[in-house]
């Protein structure tokens, strides 16, 4: 038996590749992604370690070249969702019992599979599924990725070693046990670290898990799920379903097993999902625990002391860079009139040298939307801002989706603070300005506070510290993680743990101890040594 004490140590974080022209990377992704494009992927069902091939397809294409296709993929019905269930139940209990000094070595061979083997694999087929550059694949799909597992690990060494004080004769401790049941993980598509990260952070605590990717990233789930196989995770622990995503929840919510959700997506989708977990409720063995991460309309609010090129240059690569299609990405800024102007000319300066193309382009710093229907809504809020009287576009305005869903990137200037891409969710390069009177800061601090029902990120911009603190204090709430002149994306994991709260979700912070714990049920034990014998205590007496 092994009976030592270990601790992870805090890890640093994975170093970013850089790609660069006649680097030995840049060679290695461009092969990587030759390979996949030669070929079409078959991604079937993954029920208990089993390839489950239903026949019934749907295929993955690439974003910037829609008629390629990258993978077919089998889709489940009811029945796969229940015998994925199924299986989450019966390697419970073997996963559960493992010591977690092995789940952690599970979760670090992952770690330096994907460091390593499946660096570029993984990286690639990013790229290629939901249109990332090189440098947005790479500190994703790998670098956060990796980052997640060893910090993690690292967390898990600090939660089990958080133990009770024991008084004389007595011996406390307690045991951190997986949820009740399995875990249904929902992921999105923008950051195959985050599909990731939502499947094996409650796995790394002991839990089972079905999965629900994506449908448009699952070429780069797949590559995990084969990455999972190889390092040694038992089959069952994560049971991968492809297919709608109305169909597996029907089955997953009505399951009297549910005992927990992690979500990252809609605000919408994840409203819907408490709604039908409350109708549902008498019928669990247990309360699920629900955490999820969900819209965001992130800002950046600049006061008249700060540097122009600086924010300007946060607003072009904070809404602009994955095509704004981040959680933390900017879609609304406050800029006060003095220095309008200058920003304004330093964005123009910067669009006209940015190139929108193929991610196969490595010269372009925008590639495509998603899909047709990210497409059709980021025009849609185009085309209302050319034919609204409170709007006009400053830059860009224009997309075509004739070979790629390609959308150029938008600066959308607002002549009142509450129109309508000031305060809604557009997830696409499109960035809302207002302009305000630079004598106006205090409270036009409030109405970035109040115009959305969002509190993900968002960026403050001042030299002046009286400022900053102000507009810190007043816009404690409207953000989980706030940042002081910087853009509002590019969390890392260790040092930015992410999340928000009001409509964004339940701030439980991925890259965190915090949202570990989430996934474990404490059990406190007490173990007295020398029992009393006597129901008295010393005050029963008459005595006086």
Known sequence: MNNAIFTFPKPSNEPVQGYKPGSAERKAIRQAMDKLLAEVTEIPIIIGGKEIRTGNMGDVVM??????????????????????????????????????????????????????????????????????????????????????????????????????????????????????????????????????????????????????????????????????????????????????????????????????????????????FWKTIGDNIANYRTYPKIVGETGGKDFIFAHNSSCPKAVATAIVRGAFEFQGQKCSAASRAYIPASMWNEVKEHIGNMLAEIKVGDVRDFSAFVNAVIDEASFDNCMNYINH??????????????????????????????????????????????????VYADDKYEETLRLCDSTSPYGLTGAIFATDRTALRLASDILRYAAGNVYYNDKPTGAVVGQQPFGGGRASGTNDKAGSYLNLIRWTSPRAIKETFQPATDYKYPFISDAE
């Open 385 to 434: 801002a050319k034919e609204s009287p409170d709007a006009e576009i400053v830059f860009g305005g224009t997309g075509d989706k004739s070979v790629g869903y390609f959308v150029q990137p938008t600066v959308i200037l607002a002549h009142k603070p509450d129109y309508k891409s000031m305060k809604e969710e557009i997830f696409g390069p499109i960035i809302t300005i207002y």
């Open 63 to 272: 974003p910037t070249d829609h008629k390629h296709v990258l993978a077919r993929y089998h889709k489940v019905s009811e029945k796969e969702v229940q015998m994925a269930i199924d299986a989450a139940m019966t390697a419970h209990k073997q996963w559960a019992e493992t010591p977690w000094i092995d789940r952690a070595s599970v979760m670090m061979k992952i770690a330096a599979l994907l460091a390593g083997k499946y660096r570029y694999e993984m990286n690639a087929a990013t790229m290629l599924g939901q249109a990332k550059t090189t440098m947005q694949a790479e500190i994703d799909s790998a670098c956060e990725a990796i980052d997640f597992f060893k910090f993690n690990v690292h967390y898990a060494s600090q939660i089990y070693a958080d133990q009770p004080i024991s008084d004389n004769g007595t011996l406390n401790r307690v045991e951190y046990r997986p949820l009740e049941g399995f875990v249904f993980a929902i992921t999105p598509f923008n950051f195959t670290s985050i599909a990731s990260n939502l499947c094996m952070s409650p796995v790394l605590m002991g839990n089972t898990c079905i999965w629900k990717p994506s449908t448009t990233s699952l070429l780069s789930n797949y590559v995990l799920m084969k990455i999972y196989k190889e390092a040694g995770l038992p089959d069952g622990v994560v049971n991968f379903l492809p297919g709608s995503g109305a169909t597996i929840g029907k089955v997953a919510f009505a399951s009297p097993h549910l005992a927990g959700v992690h979500f990252t997506g809609s605000t919408k989708t994840f409203n819907s």
